[in-house]
């Protein structure tokens, strides 16, 4: 098999926190292929965004990857230096944020932006980079671009400006797209707009899509496969139908059944009663366990290995399935 677009093994992530270093990440394996969408779901603070922003570079400082590999299209990142990490987001990786105010400069014009990357990466002339600027927001659904390119950011609404942030990443044609809650501020007429243009994406541009939502509807929709997380550890993953349809880890149930939104934290404490740990909290075994209904004793003493369950690509991380009681 040739290896998937974006390749993640025993990926390590630690913050530090006073004086010690806080695991976040715990040996995160997982994979993106060629035109294939990966959703990534877990309650607020499992170490979504951790996840992301050890691939694109973008980390606190406080944070740092501590182990493990990071391929795209078989290129170790990890091994690269900063400055190469950094032309890699600006031509092979794009990154749509939550809050577009992090993506963009409040003191260029949105023309400006759009077409600083196409100079300096693609080697367009002026003329062709602003015409192609152009259609990349028409591509966005934004209807007046020649008004919108001579505007700074602060001069429009949220959804246009996260539209302007796609229209960017869209303008650079990355192979790998990262999109995280990217549609969590917007209406609901815009949300189908934005992801009716990441598929598009997909399709046309051979292009892998990691996407987090907390939307359990949009994954339904967008996603090929879903990789759970919970408290930076890899539960359960699997092809979307399969694993909606055949949950096997207690946490992918609990999500499952709570509600559509997992971002709501009261529901998801009410089909998984108990917390999610805070990173600085050590607990053997199972990081589920305290949570867990079915935990057994050895749940508490060891971490369990990732098992296939149910059909092909379907793996989980629960001693229920793997190794008896
Ligand atoms: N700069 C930071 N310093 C310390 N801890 C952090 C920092 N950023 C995130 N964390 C912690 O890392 C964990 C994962 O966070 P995050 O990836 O943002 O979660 P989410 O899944 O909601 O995106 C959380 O416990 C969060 O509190
Ligand atoms: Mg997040």
Redesign the pocket.
């Known amino acids: 098999m040739d290896e998937a677009l974006l390749q993640i093994k025993d990926l390590q992530t630690v913050?530090r926190?006073g004086k010690q270093e806080?695991t976040?990440l715990h040996k995160l394996s997982f994979h993106v292929g060629k035109r294939e969408t990966v959703c990534m779901v877990?309650?607020?603070?499992?170490?979504?965004?951790?996840?992301t922003l050890a691939v694109m570079d973008l980390l606190?400082r406080?944070?740092r990857v501590t182990g493990g590999s990071i391929r795209l299209n078989g290129q170790e990142l990890t091994a690269l230096s900063r400055r190469d990490r950094g032309s890699l987001r600006g031509k092979k990786m794009g990154m749509v944020f939550q809050e577009p105010m992090t993506a963009l400069n409040p003191l260029l014009t949105v023309g400006r932006q759009l077409t600083e990357g196409l100079l300096l990466h693609r080697g367009m002339d002026k003329a062709a980079a602003f015409q192609y600027a152009r259609e990349c927001l028409e591509t966005v659904g934004i209807s007046n671009p020649d008004e919108r390119m001579r505007q700074f950011p602060f001069q429009m609404s949220g959804g246009l400006r996260q539209r302007v942030m796609i229209a960017m990443v869209l303008a650079v044609q990355p192979e790998l797209f990262i999109a995280?809650e990217p549609t969590t501020a917007l209406d609901v007429t815009i949300q189908k707009q934005v992801l009716v243009l990441l598929s598009r994406l997909k399709k046309n541009m051979d292009a892998g899509i990691l996407f987090?939502t907390h939307d359990l509807g949009v994954v339904a929709e967008i996603a090929d496969r879903v990789v759970v997380?919970y408290a930076?550890y890899k539960v359960e993953e699997g092809p979307v139908q399969e694993l909606f349809q055949n949950p096997r880890h207690p946490y992918t149930r609990g999500l499952l059944s709570c509600v559509p939104n997992i971002d709501d934290d009261a529901a998801v404490i009410r089909a998984i009663p108990g917390i999610l740990p805070?990173?600085t909290e050590d607990i053997p075994g199972c990081r589920f366990h305290p949570r867990c209904q079915h935990a057994m004793d050895r749940c508490r003493k060891a971490v369990p290995g990732e098992f296939p369950c149910g059909g092909p690509g379907h793996y989980v991380s629960c001693f229920l399935e793997g190794g008896g009681r």
């Not at 877990?42 to 996840?51: L, P, R």
């Open positions: 913050f926190v806080y976040v877990g309650e607020s603070g499992c170490g979504k965004s951790v996840t606190p406080n944070g995280d987090i997380l930076g805070n990173i």
